[in-house]
């Protein structure tokens, strides 16, 4: 039978320099997006009239919206494959930002937290599949690799927060900010799309297994794919609730930090976002070279030096008397804040059927944090102060160092590497 020639995208897609390339700017396209909605949160507060506690009520709608969706969103790209979902994800994010933008515009607080729950939907069906990508790419290439792809996030969070500081101290309403924001990343992100590398469902990856079966060592079984079962499995569950910890300390940098500046030492809003851009940086340099901070020392001692730069900078945040030591606790923080995430995907991604389940219950567990921690903090910022209240996140910092263990790289029966590189050879070369 004559093989179908690939089209111009797939054939695109099959390069591996330009699916690296392609997952690169979609990680930066995400944290651009993500980081300017967070830093136009003073001015989202001031043009509704509404308090901190109330800012809270926003964050609460965007944990619904994500928590209901990430859940589902990895047995979705188990089915449809990445593509398909980090497009509707791109869809929900413009549709969400536009909402947003329009209850600025009547100040309609109802109308922004609407586009707030869009907007968390449409961050986990983006996250999941670009996870789950970047996972595939760290596999084949056998070194660490995804801390860069985060990295590449942390410096679109930088760019978007250093981007926001002039556009706010420019006095520019944040309505057209946001407005551009969302055009231009979600058009870039669905350029992108079209070169990102070579997708396939779990479902038809098992679809290969027959076929591939030829070249498993005799009385080799095949590996059960099904989404559900990486709940049930111990170290993952144990890595997930490593990654809550981290992501209840990264999720207060992201959402409070500004905020905490401008109500603890009565900075304007332009000095917030200056300390914030000096929190993404650290947080973008802290994964681009935790890369060969886990080759060097392994995963488990990456993450628990992680767990104590985190909590010395967290710490000092909290306790800083002027906006000098408060950017120097800012670095610390983002730097030991870096590496959870992508170290978890990492270890969690072995097997790339099983990949999408696990991926989806890492995410989903420390989604719980990352999604509920900010209105956390707001209701306990209003009986505690802002920063007192983030101080009490350093005792997850704490339980993190005591579970990094379970990052270490599990031993694997040879099947799955033999079964695994089978239905990958499959996938390139059919």
Request: hydrophobic share 50%; glycine share 12%; proline share 4%.
């Amino acid at each position: 039978m004559r093989a179908r020639k690939p089209s111009r995208t797939e054939q695109g897609s099959s390069n591996p320099r330009r699916g690296v390339i392609a997952l690169y700017v979609l990680f930066g396209i995400s944290g651009i997006a993500n980081t300017t909605y967070g830093a136009r949160f003073p001015s989202i507060r001031d043009t509704l009239g509404i308090s901190s506690a109330a800012v809270a009520w926003i964050m609460v709608v965007s944990a619904v919206g994500g928590l209901t969706t990430i859940t589902a969103a990895g047995p979705a790209v188990a089915r449809y494959g990445e593509r398909i979902c980090h497009r509707i994800g791109t869809y929900l994010q413009l549709a969400a930002f536009a909402i947003i933008v329009a209850g600025l515009q009547v100040h309609s607080f109802g109308l922004v937290m609407a586009g707030a729950a869009i907007n968390g939907m449409a961050v986990s069906m983006v996250s999941i599949p670009q996870n789950t990508d970047a996972a595939g790419v760290e596999r084949r290439a056998g070194h660490a690799m995804l801390p860069k792809f985060h990295g590449m996030y942390g410096f679109g969070c930088l760019a978007g927060a250093g981007s926001s500081a002039v556009v706010s101290s420019l006095g520019i309403d944040a309505r057209w900010h946001l407005g551009i924001v969302a055009a231009l990343t979600c058009a870039t992100r669905l350029v992108a799309i079209r070169f990102s590398p070579i997708s396939q469902s779990v479902a038809g990856l098992a679809k290969s297994q027959a076929a591939a079966s030829s070249t498993l060592p005799p009385g080799a079984a095949p590996v059960r794919t099904g989404t559900m079962r990486a709940w049930l499995e111990k170290r993952t569950l144990a890595i997930a609730f490593l990654v809550m910890c981290f992501q209840a300390a990264e999720s207060a940098g992201n959402n409070w930090l500004t905020l905490g500046v401008v109500d603890g030492i009565g900075a304007s809003e332009a000095v917030a976002a200056a300390v914030f851009a000096a929190f993404q940086l650290a947080y973008a340099l802290g994964r681009w070279f935790g890369a060969h901070i886990i080759d060097k020392f392994g995963r488990t001692k990456a993450l628990a030096g992680s767990a104590v730069v985190a909590l010395v900078g967290m710490g000092s945040f909290c306790l800083a008397p002027g906006v000098v030591v408060i950017a120097i606790g800012a670095l610390l923080w983002g730097a030991g804040v870096a590496l959870s995430y992508p170290a978890a995907i990492g270890a969690v991604s072995g097997d790339p059927l099983r990949a999408p389940g696990r991926v989806s219950v890492v995410s989903a567990i420390g989604g719980v944090a990352g999604w509920g921690t900010p209105p956390t903090i707001g209701w306990a910022s209003s009986f505690l102060g802002l920063r007192p209240a983030i101080s009490t996140l350093t005792v997850l910092l704490v339980v993190a160092f005591g579970l990094t263990r379970a990052a270490a790289h599990p031993q694997l029966p040879m099947r799955v590497y033999h079964q695994s590189a089978a239905l990958y050879h499959r996938t390139i070369h059919r």
